[in-house]
């Protein structure tokens, strides 16, 4: 399935001036593949790029796409950034360059990247790959400083425009318009006092505050907030006296910078003690927080929880703090200047330790409960609650395994997160952060056990037999010199089956019984040990015996349905949708394999869709619909290619796949066949799924009608997965017009959750446009 192509739409909101800038932009983007805005922080480089994007959008036909590489503090995974924010979830053993390259290839669309700062060398390197390529891909990044790359136009962005003060008329005069950093102002002001503008009274002094604060967009939304409870001659005063400060002492750097901290140090100064101490802690967040993060990490030493309640709506109140998202979905964010400016405080302090330690033992606990939670009805909420918190995720693991003495932890936290590496769609992830693990702790313990045999797991998916088994006679070794007998029951679960990957049948059957009697002795019950019966019910089918194949299917569904687990139940309908196809049973099959197809949409499993839709592909040949067949095969293609060896390396299923696609050539003729290959490989997940489901061409369904273009689009989002922050980010738009478009999806299609919108872009009445 080729990535959904994205359109900007909606204008962001709150956007002042800019017009020569824009102007410059627009034709640097017409002559150069990597543009650079630069400049010191607060001088809006973000904002002003995303504007520009709008601007060149119909230029760009396959999407303008945005990479928020403020949270991300591994250089290593730059390109795994990259690749997801383009929509590109290959889980193959690949190089994510590589994996990029290969999607590149042929698209004309403009990237983002925005604030490289801290990582400029690997910026610079993966741009610069990316741009040398025979592709047609477009850089607008933004810095402090330029990335140094052949080609590149860096281009300074200046502070917005401000009028002469010695033109400016004394409170006699008229009114002037049309300075960009006066109206921005005045525009922030009305976000406080929405009866406010500026007169002949306040005009001298609201130009005399923008020109102390050298025009700087945030610097000047930071004083503008303080018209709740200041006038403007009593911000300008302070102000005025914060800047006779700095200029006297010994403080170096660029004028800007030092003007953007007196503003900073203001906002500081002026909130009380526990607000700074709680800016400080929050600093400590990556990415966005939620108010349980907030109060498990930052209620210490006298601050309880009702206390961070209070004072983070206070430092909301005071923009210090971004609140995000309604209803049970409310995030909070610190602006990237703003938090480096909190976590040089806390560090100050003697406190960054402290508040890192409390921070990772919170996600800790997060993922811990998470991996005990999963079995079970809330699995797709955890699902879902789980995606957002990847950036905190990889901060905690980094504070780990860069920390002496936390390395154990690490290894703790990269064990819990067994089903988020596996289940959610973060093989890769899961490779390079276990990966660092096991050198950074080579300490024998149940939790190195663990994480070698998840380890194992993940290569054995991403089709890595050799390696997988290297991590599995290791774990087997460390169990038998520990006594954990659980580990040695999940080396023999998943050696078992990367041996029938491998064509060993026989070995598998032998492994995978051993494992499945060891779980039942044990009392064990969970995803995995249901997983285990489906993998042995496999083996059985491909040895013959689909009696006991689907006997064993028919108990992963009734312990399934006791316990409310989905994900594990779906590879169970795919081994019984399998073992019907083998009995010709061929109504049956589909039956079965659209049921898997349903849970694995829902939970944006890439690896089961693929599965899913190759079998229905052959079921769809069976039942005589050849043109089907072929673009089905054609999505299979796609989908394949992204998470690794088509039908898990299987010789007997990649024959059987050779002889479907010939019969459907053969009665297609090669034209027609290759056409329709074609059109099933340049249909999006939505697109594709209705098609596997449905079993006909998308429609528009019932549910689906009334829905807007963008709220489709909006749709098609909240389906995959994404968080609103997230499609706001994708669509490039303000999350507020997120949120409305959200709630009508929801009101139009008649349904309450997102869930249920997910369900119904896989079910047989969601259809697309």
């Known amino acids: ?117 801290h990582l400029l060398s690997s910026c610079a390197t993966l741009i610069a790959k990316l741009c040398r390529a025979d592709n047609r891909l477009v850089v607008l990044a933004t810095s402090r400083e330029a990335l140094g790359i052949l080609g590149e136009r860096s281009w300074p962005v200046p502070p917005l425009s401000m009028p002469d003060l010695a033109n400016v008329a004394p409170a006699r005069g008229g009114y002037v318009y049309g300075h960009e950093a006066l109206d921005l102002f005045e525009e922030r002001a009305r976000m406080v006092l929405p009866d406010f503008s500026l007169d002949q009274a306040t005009k001298q002094t609201a130009s005399q505050l923008c020109q102390g604060l050298d025009g700087l967009p945030l610097a000047i939304e930071l004083a503008a907030v303080r018209l709740r409870s200041m006038s403007i001659d009593q911000i300008h005063e302070r102000l005025r006296d914060r800047y006779r400060l700095l200029s006297s002492g010994n403080r170096g750097g660029p004028a800007r910078h030092q ?91 003697g406190l960054e330790r402290i508040f890192l330690q409390r921070h990772r033992d919170h996600y800790l606990r997060l993922a811990e409960t998470f991996d005990a939670s999963w079995f079970g009805a809330d699995q797709f909420r955890w699902w879902d609650r789980i995606q957002g918190e990847q950036a905190n995720l990889w901060a905690a693991l980094d504070f780990c395994l860069t920390t002496p003495g936390e390395e154990a932890r690490g290894m703790r936290l990269v064990g819990s997160l067994c089903f988020y590496w596996n289940a959610c769609g973060h093989l890769q992830d899961g490779r390079y952060w276990i990966g660092r693990a096991l050198n950074a702790d080579p300490t024998a313990s149940s939790e190195r056990a663990k994480a070698l045999w998840v380890n194992g797991y993940i290569a054995m998916t991403q089709g890595d037999g050799q390696v997988a088994m290297h991590y599995f006679e290791e774990c ?224 528009v369904g019932s549910r689906l009608a009334h829905l807007t273009r963008r709220e489709l689009e909006v749709a098609r989002l909240v389906a995959e997965g994404m968080t609103n922050k997230e499609i706001a980010t994708r669509l490039v738009i303000s999350q507020r017009t997120v949120e409305g478009h959200v709630e009508n999806v929801l009101g139009k299609m008649g349904v309450k959750s997102r869930t249920q919108v997910a369900i119904w872009f896989t079910s047989r009445d969601a259809t697309l446009s």
């Not at 078992?496 to 009392?523: C, D, I, T, Y």
């Open 1 to 117: 399935m080729c990535a959904q192509v994205k359109a900007l739409g909606d204008g962001l909101t709150s956007f002042v001036g800019r017009r020569r800038e824009l102007a410059e932009i627009t034709r640097l983007l017409g002559e150069s593949r990597l543009v650079t805005l630069t400049g010191v922080g607060g001088v809006g480089k973000t904002r002003l790029a995303l504007r520009a994007a709008e601007h060149v959008r119909e230029e760009f036909p396959d999407g303008v796409w945005l990479v928020e590489l403020a949270k991300v503090s591994e250089p290593a995974l730059l390109p795994n950034v990259v690749a997801e924010a383009l929509g590109v979830r290959d889980q193959t053993t690949r190089s994510r360059e590589a994996v990029l390259l290969e999607y590149l290839e042929g698209r004309r669309l403009l990237l983002i990247m925005d604030n490289c700062e």
């Open 259 to 349: 003007t953007l901290r007196a503003a900073v140090d203001w906002s500081y100064d002026l909130c009380t003690e526990q607000e700074r101490a709680l800016w400080a802690r929050l600093a400590i967040f990556a990415g966005g927080f939620d108010l349980e993060a907030a109060e498990s990490v930052c209620s210490f030493d006298g601050m309880t929880g009702d206390d961070v309640v209070e004072l983070l709506t206070s430092l909301v109140d005071k923009s210090i703090v971004l609140r995000e998202g309604t209803g049970t979905k409310v995030r909070y964010r610190m602006l990237e200047t703003i938090r480096a400016y909190g976590r040089e405080k806390a560090a100050t302090a």
């Open 476 to 699: 087997l070794a460390l169990a038998e010199e520990l006594g954990d007998e659980r580990a040695r029951s999940f080396v023999f679960q998943f050696r078992g089956s990367a041996e029938q990957f491998a064509g060993n049948l026989e070995e598998a059957e032998s492994l995978l019984l051993k494992a499945v009697e060891m779980h039942r002795n044990s009392g064990l019950v969970d995803s995995l040990t249901v997983l285990g019966v489906a993998q042995l019910a496999f083996v059985s089918c491909l040895l013959g015996e689909t009696e006991r194949a689907i006997e064993l299917c028919e108990e992963c569904r009734l312990t399934s349905e006791a316990h409310g687990e989905r994900w594990a139940y779906s590879w169970a309908m795919w081994v019984s949708g399998l073992a019907r196809w083998t009995r010709r049973e061929f109504a049956e099959a589909a039956k079965a394999l659209k049921a898997s197809l349903e849970v694995k949409g829902s939970l944006n499993d890439r690896l089961g869709v693929s599965a899913c839709v190759e079998m229905l592909a052959w079921t769809a040949v069976e039942d005589g619909n050849e043109e089907r067949a072929a673009q089905l095969f054609g999505v299979s293609r796609e989908s394949w290619a992204a998470v690794g060896d088509p039908l898990f390396g299987s010789q007997a299923m990649l024959e059987t796949h050779d002889r479907y696609e010939e019969r459907v050539r053969d009665a297609l003729g090669h034209r027609a066949f290759e056409e329709n290959i074609r059109r099933g490989g340049q249909l999006d997940n939505a697109n594709a799924m209705s098609l596997a489901r449905a079993g006909q061409e998308p429609q």
